[in-house]
């Protein structure tokens, strides 16, 4: 322990130096002075790590920590590895020989500070910034980068962790972000910065403010999306109550909402206050029920038709809507996405819509159903890794092949237009409207919608079982668990045998016949099985957090509607215990 507290207290020394301001300094003389030091090891004895995604960590000072010095060094990082892609001539929408970047944040603590760092650090390095007026979504940061033929981007945002953190996605110039080769490329140029490397305070006039006519851009995008206008016209007073978190979807959401046709639309006033303590939740995801506590009761008081929810950046969304008995049910990320693909397609064939190079993407943990309903209607899917950046990899793959319809993840993420390559909860939360329209307009409430889904394409229930295993022990367990798993896989899974097994790293499938190839664009640490039942478990190490993920798809036979759902629930959370058995979960 002594010497990785000696090594800890040179780290934090050279905080005391001239390149940190006053307060941080202060901060930090404080911590290596106190008796415990469990706060200057827990800020210290670790580089916050720049990821394939960027950055995100607790925020404070330290190598450990999110902070203007942090983000500076990342920056520059990210500044040296574009100025060395346009040496050898790696970009596609070079304008006047002049790298740009747009630069976005969300309403977290410091978000303006750290954006506003990150332009500072960019523009001293003769890179022209695009940095919005205040915080705005992050699909209209990824939408900025397209529509201004910019190179790559910043956006500030730790979408719905904790009030604690904050993070730094690095987006690339078709708008998604960063993949193989330039996130490895990325990473090794930071890791190489030291904070007397960062440029600050030169080049200003290369900042440039951006807001409105960006706003407007993108709202005009966001209404292509549209597929059935008349029956918005017709159910234009649907009840909508809608809450963006404290977040950014106060900017965009209600105004799209109106472009669209939408004219009863009521908003959660106390979190539409910009506040990156998020006050009147316990922490701002969506996919919480708490969270959507105080829309749910607004709902109630004003009879709403629905309660629709964007997290604190806005990329993801989450739909409440009244079951068969009038309760409050949250719709979960599977069945959100499953009811935009079915939507998608039905109308879009309804109304001659429906091109035979239409494509959907989902990942490969997202739900069977999807699967089934392209299928059905003949449209092609693709399955991707899980991340929106393998999705947006999906639409650039089959451009100019191939027309995207929508992608969708089974974290309460969608994507229905290629104009934005990342989620996104404007879009999505009009259309969602649209769908609520149109199963009222058919004497339908959404959740009726579907129930009708299920009863045309069979009922399954998904569910995801989080393994935690923290420290360094936890890693080194989990790997061995995978590990395991791969050497020892089930034969039967809650008595149904295994008939396929798909080895993402090896990029194998293996059936009774044999093996044959995975085509996938990259490996990756995932297991799945498949059972003779329909059953598909997916087994996956976070990548991010200390825990090991298991997903799991439980169909049950013979649905009929509405008065079957909570029968079939139970059966298929019978099947799930047997399945957690199995696996010694």
């Known amino acids: ?58 925020m404070g000072v330290g190598t450990n920590r999110m902070n203007k010095y942090v983000v500076a060094m990342a ?14 001539g790696g970009f596609e929408n070079l304008q006047n020989d002049q790298v740009a970047v747009v630069v976005g944040h969300d309403c977290r603590n410091n978000g303006r500070l750290f954006a506003e760092t990150v332009a500072d650090v960019f523009a001293s390095n003769g890179i022209k910034v695009y940095l919005f ?27 719905h962790n904790p009030k604690e953190y904050n993070g730094y996605k690095a987006y690339w110039e078709d708008g998604s972000q960063v993949l193989s080769p330039h996130d490895t490329g990325i990473i090794n140029e930071v ?63 209600p105004e799209a909402l109106r472009s669209w046709g939408f004219q009863n639309i009521h908003v959660v006033p106390e979190q539409m206050v910009i506040d990156g303590n998020f006050p009147t939740v316990v922490s701002p995801n969506p996919e919480n029920s708490e969270a959507m506590t105080m829309g ?36 979960n990320g599977n069945q959100t996405a499953m009811m935009f693909s079915w939507y998608i397609i039905a109308n879009k064939k309804k109304l ?15 739900s069977e159903l999807i699967a089934k309903i392209a299928k059905k209607n003949n449209v092609t899917l693709f399955d991707e890794y899980t991340g929106f950046k393998w999705i947006a990899y999906r639409i650039r793959e089959e451009e100019g092949k191939m027309n995207y319809i929508g992608g969708g993840e089974e974290s309460f993420g969608f994507l229905p237009f290629d104009k934005v390559r990342d989620k996104d909860s404007p879009a999505s939360i009009c259309l969602i409207c ?14 009726e919608l579907l129930m009708n889904i299920y009863k045309e394409y069979g009922f399954q229930k998904e569910t995801t079982i989080n393994v935690v295993r923290p420290g360094k022990s936890g890693a080194e367990e989990i790997q061995a668990m995978m590990k395991n798993f791969r050497e020892h896989a089930p034969k039967q899974i809650a008595g149904s045998k ?31 099985w498949f059972t003779e039942s329909g059953l598909k478990v997916s087994v996956r190490p976070s990548g991010t957090e200390p825990k090991i993920k298991f997903y799991i798809e439980v169909p049950v036979e013979g649905f009929t509607g509405a008065a079957d759902y909570d029968p079939f629930n139970a059966k298929a959370d019978a099947i799930v215990a047997l399945i957690k058995k199995d696996l010694g979960l």
């Open 191 to 253: 890791n190489k910065v030291q904070m007397a490397d960062v440029k600050f305070g030169q080049n200003p006039e290369l900042i440039i403010t951006i807001g409105g006519e960006m706003d407007w851009d993108y709202l005009q995008a966001v209404k292509t999306v549209m597929i059935d206008e008349e029956v918005i016209k017709k159910q234009a007073d649907l009840n909508i109550v809608y809450t963006p978190l404290h977040g950014t979807g106060r900017v965009i959401i």
């Open 1 to 58: 322990m002594n010497n990785e507290l000696d090594a800890v207290m040179a780290k934090a020394q050279l905080w005391l130096g001239d390149l940190y301001d006053a307060q941080t300094q202060a901060e930090v003389k404080a911590m290596m002075e106190a008796d415990d030091k469990t706060p200057l090891v827990e800020a210290f004895y670790r580089d916050l790590e720049f990821g394939t995604g960027g950055l995100r960590g607790i």
């Open 133 to 159: 007026e205040s915080l705005r979504p992050t699909p209209e940061v990824s939408f900025a980068i397209r529509q201004l033929k910019a190179q790559g981007g910043v956006n500030v945002t730790a979408s």
């Open 434 to 447: 649209e769908i609520a329209a149109y199963a009222k307009e058919n004497g339908m409430t959404l959740y």
């Open 296 to 331: 749910m009761n607004l709902g109630t008081r004003l009879n709403a038709d629905l309660v629709i929810a964007s997290d604190p950046d806005a990329d993801r969304l989450a739909i409440v809507c009244r079951n068969d008995k009038g309760e409050w049910v949250i719709i």
């Open 498 to 528: 295994v008939v396929l097994i798909k080895d993402y790293q090896t990029l194998r499938q293996i059936t009774a016949e044999g093996e044959k190839p995975l085509q996938m664009p990259a490996t990756s640490n995932v297991l799945q």
């Open 75 to 88: 920056t520059q990082g990210f500044a040296n590895y574009l100025l060395k892609v346009q040496r050898e």
């Open 352 to 366: 001659g819509q429906l091109k035979d190079n239409d494509f959907l993407v989902k990942t490969i943990v997202t």
